[in-house]
């Protein structure tokens, strides 16, 4: 019986490790949307709007400021809304757009992939993220400059690169559980010291190690796995005191939910159920169960068996596709408000063609008798030209921010 760490489990595991091994981590000068009184629901709707508009980033600052960040230097001729918005549920609420330095969204897609790509050919792991408080890519790495020092060179200000431990990728995490499924390790997790270790019951571990099809190594090179011997006799031993425990609990008319905990070495079993149903199972179990009190439904808790593990998987699997139908529907959604704002862009140049023609045709009848009219017209005309060009050129520098409208908007 192979036990899976819960992912909540493993995630803090994660981060404590990081915390423990001193990791760096980039400073955002940003708030959650509700410390700014911003609904979820209002929050979606401005995420929407980013999303419509080809923003880069939607976030609030420090001040609570809902800002949206754009690219190019430029922002839609035409703003596009969700259909029937006419504003948000809080009245407050006033979109700011800002520039970056960057040239467009995929320049920042690709600087971040570029980076973890060469990082990974150097034998190291890295996360990038864009940074709208400083308007770069941040890198965190625990690489040395003999590794990053071309991407700086490369991207110079665009780029930060920060000291830090990134963490295990998903690619070389889903390697870890591969060798412990293949080597029938208990779990796989991450402990105190940061070190990622696989469990083994029995006392004992195996003559010969599998691994995975063509595997050479981890991305991050710096990863070393570590064996732990646990006080069970076998996986299956686990996997029975599980089911005795939730079968006891439940026929007592309580809920529970019992998992094995790799720090403790022990089974927790989480229920409201009073000393009396939980003794006896204590005095069988000793330090291998541990009880915490908490309220779990009848019927939650521990499948005998695998079948807990599938049904982990199926929720993964779920919620995978679930990510991807929404990225799909984004895209859509994306696709079609580009080909709205184009079509709208065609039909107004159309349009301007047009009434240039007409003006054209207008000026040439009348030409000899405007002919002063039309020399104090182009002086006019280039003179405006001038202002508009430079204002343009101020408005549209990095970190410059301006108000977006919105629909019914004074």
Known sequence: MRRRMPRQLLLGAILSASLMLGAAAPSYAQIAPSDAGISEDDWQLV??????????????????????????GNVPDTWVYPDGFTGFSNSDIVLTGEYSQFATNDEVLSIKNDAIDQIKAGGYNAIAEYNADTDVVDVVTKAPASVTDSLVSTYDSKINIVAGDPGISEEDWALITEIGDLNNALTEYVDDNGEVTLVFTGGSVPDTWTYPDGFTGFSDSSIVLTGEYSQFASNDEVSSIESDAMTQIQDAGYGASAVYNPYTDAVDVTTSAPSSVTDSLVATYDSKINFIAGDVAASSGVVKDHAKKETAKEKAAKERAAKKKAAKERAAKKKAAKEKAAKEKAAKEKAAKEKAAKKAKAAKKNAAKKTAAKKTSKKVTKKAAKKVTKKTTTAHKAGTKFVIPLPNSK
């Open 47 to 72: 995420t929407e709007i980013g999303e419509l508009n080809n923003a880069l980033l939607e976030y609030v600052d420090d001040n609570g400021e809902v800002t949206l960040v754009f690219t190019g």
